[in-house]
């Protein structure tokens, strides 16, 4: 059975970051094409980034240069690194396999002074 459960949400002020962690089981991140996805209120779920199988990754423009995508295969974790958080990252974070489509619970990111 395969289980994502995201962490490391939370709130932060304009400027700052976080880092969210996506704890995989049931399947290996070294072996699978992993994404974060986001959905503001309102809004629809939007892909944030991407790591493909390899060291390629995909951001969305308006994220580009702010945030990071990596994994740790020992840990079997996907990461995404946040920096020079906007109130408009303010959202809800979703960590997603690829292959079968599985969806982590969310963790709430909220970026307000």
């Known amino acids: 059975q395969v289980q994502l459960v995201e962490s490391g949400g939370g709130l932060v002020q304009p400027g700052g970051s976080l880092r969210l962690a996506c704890a995989a089981s049931?399947?290996?991140?070294?072996?699978?094409?992993m994404a974060w996805y986001r959905q503001a209120p309102g809004k629809q779920r939007e892909l944030v980034a991407r790591?493909?199988?390899?060291?390629?990754?995909y951001y969305t423009d308006s994220v580009k240069d702010r945030f990071t995508i990596s994994r740790d295969n020992a840990k079997n974790t996907v990461y995404l690194q946040m920096n020079s958080l906007k109130p408009e990252d303010t959202a809800v974070y979703y960590c997603?396999?690829?292959?079968?489509?599985?969806w982590g619970q969310g963790t709430q990111v909220t970026v307000s002074s």
């Open positions: 997603y396999v690829f292959y079968g489509g599985y």
């Open positions: 049931g399947i290996s991140v070294s072996l699978n094409s």
């Open positions: 790591i493909f199988t390899g060291v390629s990754t």
